[in-house]
C-alpha cells in the first residue's frame, strides 16, 4: 500500500497546526477577558440552539465542534457554576437530560463578542473571504458525508 504524498502529508501537518495556533489565541483571548474556557462557549452555544435548550450528553457532544474528552467532569463544573442542570429524561430515570440555565444564556452572551473578536484576530485577519470559501470547501471534503 502507497502511503500519502508529500503534499498530503504537508496539508495535514499545516491544518493541525493552524488548528492548534487558532485555538490556543482564542483560548488566550477569551481567558484574558475573564471568560471560561471555549469549551464552555461550545457547550452553551450548542444547547442554546438546541429545541428547549435540552440535550442528552452524548447530543451536546455530538454538537459541539471542540473534543470532549470527559464531558462529563466539563458538565460538572458548568453545572457548579449555575450554567447548566442536569433532569431526568422523561421516561427513563437511568438517563439525563442537560438544560442550559438563564445564568448559561448570560454567559454565551456576553462570552460571544470577545469569541467574535478572537475569531477575527486569529483567522478572519489572515485570510480573505475568498480564502475562507476556499477553505471551507476544501475541508469539507474531509467531512464524513451527513446523515439522513
Known amino acids: 500500500m502507497q502511503g500519502p504524498s508529500e503534499a498530503v502529508v504537508k496539508a495535514w501537518a499545516g491544518l493541525v497546526r493552524a488548528q492548534r ?6 483560548e488566550a483571548d477569551l481567558k484574558q477577558a475573564g471568560f471560561p474556557p471555549l469549551s464552555w462557549y461550545d457547550a452553551l452555544y450548542a444547547l ?4 428547549g435548550g435540552r440535550l442528552t450528553p452524548r447530543e451536546l457532544e455530538g454538537e459541539m465542534l471542540l473534543e470532549q474528552y ?29 438544560q442550559i440555565t438563564a445564568p448559561g444564556r448570560a454567559m454565551q452572551k456576553k462570552m460571544w463578542p470577545v469569541y467574535a473578536a478572537a475569531i477575527e484576530r486569529h483567522v478572519g485577519a489572515r485570510i480573505t473571504d475568498e480564502d ?5 470547501q476544501v475541508l469539507g471534503k474531509l467531512l464524513p458525508p451527513a446523515g439522513p
Do not use: C
Open 21 to 26: 495556533a487558532a485555538t490556543s489565541g482564542i
Open 70 to 98: 470527559n464531558l462529563s467532569r466539563l458538565l460538572d463544573r458548568m453545572e457548579a457554576d449555575g450554567l447548566v442542570r442536569r433532569i431526568p429524561y422523561p421516561g427513563d430515570k437511568r438517563r439525563q437530560l442537560v
Open 132 to 136: 475562507g470559501a476556499t477553505l471551507t
Open 48 to 51: 442554546r440552539r438546541a429545541r
